[in-house]
């Protein structure tokens, strides 16, 4: 039988010697019983919050949510989240329950839960699944408690962790499920950006992401409207054997699950569909599209409140999605100092995913990818100058040569470039020559 964690455990029976009910619920119940180690651990009781503090009064307890029923205790270092049966009552603004009502019922409090496979129960007397849970679970799907379409108009944020679930776990959706999750995505227009965001994010990073994505595009699009034209966008040209679509999700699962990669990939084409144009040939091209792109992802990046970090590395990632690679030592030094490290691989990773996701033939750029990577990886074993503050010289030098204002700036990035490349070494006496040099060019 499936393990828990035992301090969970003591926290149950605190509760039960208090006379109350206490089993744990939802996620840990279904990756214990998948025989995966639950990452968090919930519990419902039919004790009021006031009773919770009680009963746990000998761990450390903390006010999570008081008005929703909710305590976490700590357990030596394990946080429980302990929650008061609760029945749910209407949905009017399709958002919040018009009012959450505490029950002793453990029944009722598993009827509000989202898929089957999050509404068992296990405490040490054994599991309490209703509604077909670990049948689900050996079929591997995603099946809605109760009627899809009206749960989903309850809370439209579970059909996306419905898809989340099922890509997390490598899951199909349920057939009437799936056909409610295609029906309902206007739904969510009732839901608050950052918790469609949150759910979207674990989404695309989740293992399964691509075949869920292409499955359930209709979701996909309502979170970014900005990919509406690219689902079944033919781009007439005999490097993409896919629609836009098509070729954005199979670049997203060739990257690493990192939100920023992920996004990116998604992201990198969508301005195609509005700078598309055909040749005399009748051959579809895209000129200057990455920049159209980072257009729109920017609009959709604020749109979903990513931090600024995320919002900014994604948009330089598909603004330079199509950057030719060189792979000699000039090239990679240079991009090495204008990216940055860290961004320069993820370009790399891109620019790889994207040409594996075109569907057709390598065409030697995967070659020279690669190749610049290892030279990358070889420049930066050799403790480069990559930084203006790695650079032997500095502003005082610069005035000191005679230059002024946005000169200073300028010059310095000009020599900083030329070192990183390797065409000037970082040695004082060289660089002060240069600034001289550049210093009486201006005057001139
Ligand atoms: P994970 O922790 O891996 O994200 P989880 O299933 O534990 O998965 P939580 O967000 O921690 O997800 O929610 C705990 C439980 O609460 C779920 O298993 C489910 O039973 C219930 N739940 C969460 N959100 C909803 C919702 N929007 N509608 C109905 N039930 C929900
Ligand atoms: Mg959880």
């Known amino acids: 039988m499936t393990q828990f964690d035992p301090r969970a455990l003591r926290v149950l029976e605190r509760l039960k010697a208090a006379g109350h009910q206490a089993v744990l619920v939802g996620g840990c119940v279904r990756d214990g019983l998948l025989g995966l180690a639950p990452h968090d651990y919930d519990a419902a009781t039919s004790a009021l919050p006031r009773e919770i503090l009680s009963a746990c009064r000998e761990f450390r307890c903390v006010e999570t949510g008081i008005a929703h029923g909710t305590v976490t205790v700590l357990c030596e270092g394990l946080p429980v ?13 399709h958002r919040h329950p018009d009012q959450v009502a505490f029950t002793t019922s453990l029944e009722e409090d598993l009827k509000r839960r989202d898929f089957t496979i999050n509404a068992m129960a296990w405490g040490p007397e054994g599991l309490t699944d209703l509604f077909g849970g670990q049948e689900d679970l050996r079929t591997r799907q995603v099946r809605c408690v109760g009627c899809p379409d009206l749960r989903f108009q309850e809370d439209a944020l579970r059909l996306l962790r419905g898809l989340r679930l099922a890509a997390q776990l490598d899951f199909s959706l349920h057939p009437d499920t799936a056909d409610a999750i295609r029906r309902n995505p206007p739904q969510l227009s009732h839901v608050a950006w950052e918790r469609i965001s949150a759910e979207f994010v674990r989404l695309i990073c989740s293992p399964a992401a691509g075949r ?9 699009v309502q979170v970014i409207p900005e990919l509406g034209p690219c689902v079944g966008f033919d781009q007439r040209n005999p490097h993409h054997r896919y ?3 098509t070729h954005s999700v199979r670049a997203l699962e060739a990257v690493s699950p990192i939100p920023a990669l992920r996004l990116a990939a998604l992201l990198h084409d969508v301005g195609k569909p509005p700078s598309f144009s055909l040749d005399g040939q009748g051959v579809g091209h895209f000129y200057g599209h990455p920049k159209v792109s980072a257009r729109l992802a920017e609009d959709a990046l604020l749109r979903l409140r990513l931090d600024n970090h995320t919002r900014e590395r994604v948009l330089l990632l598909v603004a330079r999605h199509d950057l030719p690679v060189e792979p000699t030592r000039q090239w990679v030094g240079r991009w090495l100092s204008r990216l940055g490290e860290e961004a320069f691989f993820q370009l790399m990773e891109l620019k790889a995913a994207d040409g594996l996701a075109c569907g057709t033939p390598a065409d030697g750029r995967e070659q020279a990818g690669k190749e610049a990577e290892a030279l990358a ?5 050799e403790r480069p100058c990559l930084t203006l503050k790695e650079l032997v010289i500095n502003g005082r030098d610069a005035m000191a040569a005679g230059l002024k204002g946005p000169d200073i700036g300028q010059v310095l990035r000009a020599l900083l470039e030329q070192v990183a490349e390797g065409t000037l070494p970082n040695e004082r006496s060289v660089l002060l020559q240069r600034l001289e040099q550049l210093a009486k060019a201006k005057k001139d």
């Open 377 to 381: 990886r070889q420049v930066l074993g």
């Open 212 to 220: 869920i994505l292409l499955d359930f595009p209709e979701a996909t």
């Open 81 to 93: 989240e302990v929650t008061t049966f609760r029945r749910e009552g209407t949905y009017s603004d």
């Open 243 to 245: 629609d836009v679509y």
